[in-house]
């Protein structure tokens, strides 16, 4: 778990010997495809380090309906902010894909932050700050804008986590299905259908299975941003 917590954004400034201690107080644990890592409404004892796979987060409506607020990968975290302010998990976990994670339980964590030196504690902070107004504006851009934008603005998130130079574009290989990526955008699988044929049509990305490569960026991005 070394290696992966030095790469994890969360972590990532902190001194060796500090990554050293959390390593050795993470706990390795695995997850078959649909299992849930943690439910909506539990008690928050332990973030997550995603090692290998991805993770869904969801959130559950009483009318039946979910909500996928999004898929992490490799080197990402999931529910750090529930274990700092000691509430409930807002939403619930569950593996996209046989996962592997390391389990750092809320005291350790806590222990972690009055451990770290000040400008790595201020460093977590940031990443902290940085996913909740991820969520807001979120939250937001559902509220207002038109799927081709949501999709747009998607496609160039993703790209900035997973994007791979290729000679030909930027190339996406998505760990997920077009129905999971309708869901996170807030639409109807149908409706995200027609947006990425209309950007194939224009020449802005090309689509071959689970694979997408962006053709044109500045075109995606101003498709969102005018």
Same mark, same amino acid.
Request: hydrophobic share 40%; aromatic share 6%.
């Given at each position: 778990?070394?290696?992966? $917590?030095?790469?994890?954004?969360?972590?990532?400034? $902190?001194?060796?010997?500090?990554?050293?201690?959390?390593?050795?107080?993470?706990?390795?644990?695995?997850?078959?495809?649909?299992?849930?890592?943690?439910?909506? !409404?539990? +008690?928050?004892?332990?973030?997550?380090?995603?090692?290998?796979?991805?993770?869904?987060?969801?959130?559950?409506?009483?009318?039946?309906?979910?909500?996928?607020?999004?898929?992490? !990968?490799?080197?990402?975290?999931?529910?750090?902010?529930?274990?700092?302010?000691?509430?409930?998990?807002?939403?619930?976990?569950?593996?996209?894909?046989?996962?592997?994670?390391?389990?750092?339980?809320?005291?350790?964590?806590?222990?972690?932050?009055?451990?770290?030196? +000040?400008?790595?504690?201020?460093?977590?902070?940031?990443?902290? !700050?940085?996913?909740?107004?991820?969520?807001?504006?979120?939250?937001?851009?559902?509220?207002?804008?038109?799927?081709?934008?949501?999709?747009?603005?998607?496609?160039?998130?993703?790209?900035?986590?997973?994007?791979?130079?290729?000679?030909?574009?930027?190339?996406?290989?998505?760990?997920?299905?077009?129905?999971?990526?309708?869901?996170?955008?807030?639409?109807?699988?149908?409706?995200?259908?027609?947006?990425?044929?209309?950007?194939?049509?224009?020449?802005?990305?090309?689509?071959?299975?689970?694979?997408?490569?962006?053709?044109?960026?500045?075109?995606?991005?101003?498709?969102?941003?005018?």
């Amino acid at each position: 778990m070394r290696t992966r $917590l030095q790469e994890t954004r969360l972590f990532s400034s $902190l001194p060796i010997e500090t990554i050293d201690w959390l390593a050795e107080r993470t706990i390795k644990k695995s997850y078959k495809k649909g299992e849930y890592l943690f439910h909506e !409404g539990e +008690e928050s004892r332990a973030l997550y380090v995603i090692n290998d796979g991805s993770v869904k987060v969801v959130k559950e409506f009483a009318s039946g309906k979910n909500a996928i607020l999004g898929i992490f !990968g490799p080197g990402t975290t999931v529910a750090e902010v529930a274990v700092v302010d000691g509430k409930p998990y807002p939403a619930s976990a569950v593996a996209h894909m046989d996962t592997e994670t390391g389990l750092i339980s809320a005291t350790v964590f806590m222990e972690l932050l009055r451990k770290a030196p +000040e400008e790595s504690a201020i460093q977590m902070i940031h990443g902290l !700050g940085a996913r909740l107004r991820d969520m807001t504006e979120t939250l937001g851009v559902l509220a207002v804008e038109t799927v081709n934008k949501r999709l747009a603005r998607f496609l160039i998130k993703l790209a900035g986590t997973i994007g791979e130079e290729t000679d030909d574009g930027l190339l996406l290989t998505l760990p997920m299905t077009r129905r999971d990526i309708a869901e996170i955008i807030g639409a109807t699988f149908e409706v995200v259908e027609r947006s990425l044929k209309k950007f194939r049509d224009e020449k802005i990305i090309a689509v071959n299975g689970k694979k997408i490569i962006i053709l044109d960026k500045t075109r995606l991005k101003q498709t969102y941003s005018n």
